[in-house]
């Protein structure tokens, strides 16, 4: 359905429910090589969540070893599994590459899935502008030259470049990458784990922190829901998944379970077994961990792990913009274009480009406030899939689901009014410049939907005008 030729909730209602009767995806054959699997769906998941254990170090420093572990166990029962079986559910009953943005066209009408796009579009790709920077900032640390001016610059943009082309080769190509660039990266802190369990003192575990040094639970509350997030991501690609339907609960849950012993299992390792230094744990310090306990040779590995999961990182955030791109073209908020493919390699070439171009953009710009925008548009989009997802429940009860969480109407509030509430404490935290930068993206997201409205009244550009059916509608 186009954004222009909005039509009343019995007409949306009725293809949805139709797919009782049919089957909603595709017929493809089981073998095509073109769409994802299993394994590289469960590493591009685990990208765009976690990467691994990289980050949690400054929940140490902020509120003591006991408080980290215990944030680490818990937090994911209060937000991490809500909103990955809100994605679970949503993913497989509607299939198609525009993810959260069709979740909130058929809850509340294009406007908000419009909006939900540009919310969701805007901060993925200013979080994806940080990543070529970290990968130099490690370069810099062996190669001084990297560290300002030309060579900086250079360094940023050539591998954004080179990524990105990465990204252009394949879906299928980046899938498995993500594979390797996850096993190589979680290797040291497994042998790390390992030869610190004769060194571990279990009453370390037990520690408040250091006498003298203030908790700063802000920090804490925030590592742990940035280091715990963005299982939706992945939506965007569900058109691009063999059986969705079946592998994406199974890549959500594999995603889950990975994520969570990424973080715990060194978490213990390292405050077990070395004497706690509060003030030190700082992002990067699990590296000087390694190297405690190990000796240098594992210290450098972790830094190389580190560089290789950013570029994880990078690759699973550039895969969730372009195709959502993609998405919404097919759903008529964008033109035509926009869901071009490479004859090649069968990608979204221009959704690429436009995402690598913002990217390159944002990098070179002094961004901290700008990032902390991109959050609270996150967060504003998560509110928003939160409430999608109450309400397609309300509005389509008979509609067929075939992943569906087990719980009633009342039940599933709750569970997404938990999360609800470090949502709103994210928007509340935000500075002045934090609100203006975001109410200034999201005014240009209004915008940009009555522009894409005007344009096919006008008939500026060519749309997808309800004649193409979406990847999760019954095709006669």
Not at 404 to 429: D, E, N, Q, R, T
């Amino acid at each position: 359905m186009s954004a222009s030729e909005s039509s009343p909730s019995s007409q949306i209602s009725q293809p949805l429910l139709d797919q009782q009767e049919t089957e909603s995806q595709p017929q493809i054959s089981p073998k095509n090589p073109k769409k994802l699997a299993l394994l590289p769906l469960v590493f591009l998941i685990y990208f765009e969540v976690s990467g691994g254990p990289y980050g949690e170090e400054s929940a140490v420093g902020a509120a003591g070893p006991l408080f980290a572990i215990l944030g680490f166990l818990i937090f994911p029962f209060i937000w991490s599994i809500p909103e990955a079986l809100v994605t679970a559910e949503l993913s497989t009953t509607f299939p198609g590459n525009g993810g959260f943005v069709i979740w909130a066209h058929q809850a509340f009408g294009p406007f908000w899935g419009s909006l939900m796009g540009s919310w969701k579009f805007l901060s993925g790709v200013i979080n994806l502008a940080s990543y070529p920077i970290l990968c130099v900032d490690y370069l810099k640390l062996v190669i001084p030259i990297f560290a300002s001016g030309l060579p900086r610059f250079f360094a940023t943009l050539i591998s954004t470049l080179v990524l990105s082309f990465l990204n252009y080769s394949g879906l299928s190509i980046v899938g498995y990458t993500a594979v390797g660039l996850g096993i190589v990266s979680l290797c040291p802190f497994i042998l790390m784990s390992l030869i610190a369990i004769p060194k571990i003192h279990p009453s370390r575990w037990i520690s408040l922190g250091e006498k003298g040094v203030k908790k700063d639970w802000t920090l804490f509350i925030n590592t742990l829901f940035w280091n715990l997030n963005f299982w939706d991501n992945a939506s965007t690609l569900a058109g691009e998944v063999e059986q969705p339907q079946k592998l994406f609960p199974k890549a959500l849950f594999s995603a889950g379970i990975l994520t969570c012993l990424g973080y715990i299992i060194p978490l213990l390792a390292a405050t077990g077994a070395i004497p706690l230094d509060q003030e030190s744990w700082v992002d990067g310090y699990l590296a000087s961990a390694g190297e405690m306990i190990a000796g240098k040779w594992l210290k450098f590995w972790i830094e190389i792990g580190a560089v290789l999961s950013i570029i994880g990182l990078f690759e699973a955030q550039l895969s969730s913009s372009a195709y959502q791109l993609l998405g919404m073209a097919n759903l008529g908020f964008l033109p035509k274009i926009f869901g071009a493919r490479s004859k090649w390699f069968n990608t979204p070439w221009l959704g690429i480009l436009i995402s690598t171009v913002i990217a390159l953009a944002v990098s070179f710009l002094d961004f901290t406030d700008i990032i902390s925008s991109a959050n609270f548009l996150y967060s504003l989009g998560m509110l928003l899939e939160f409430a999608s997802f109450i309400w397609l429940r309300v509005k389509f009860p008979a509609l067929k689901r075939p992943f569906k969480v087990p719980m009633g109407l009342l039940g599933l509030v709750v569970m997404c009014l938990i999360p609800s509430v470090f949502l709103v404490y994210v928007l509340a935290v935000g500075t002045k410049a934090v609100y203006l930068v975001s109410a200034l993206m999201t005014l240009f997201g209004v915008g940009w939907y009555f522009l894409m409205n005007l344009s096919k009244s006008k008939m500026w550009f060519e749309f997808n005008l309800g004649e193409k059916k979406l990847d999760y509608e019954e095709r006669n």
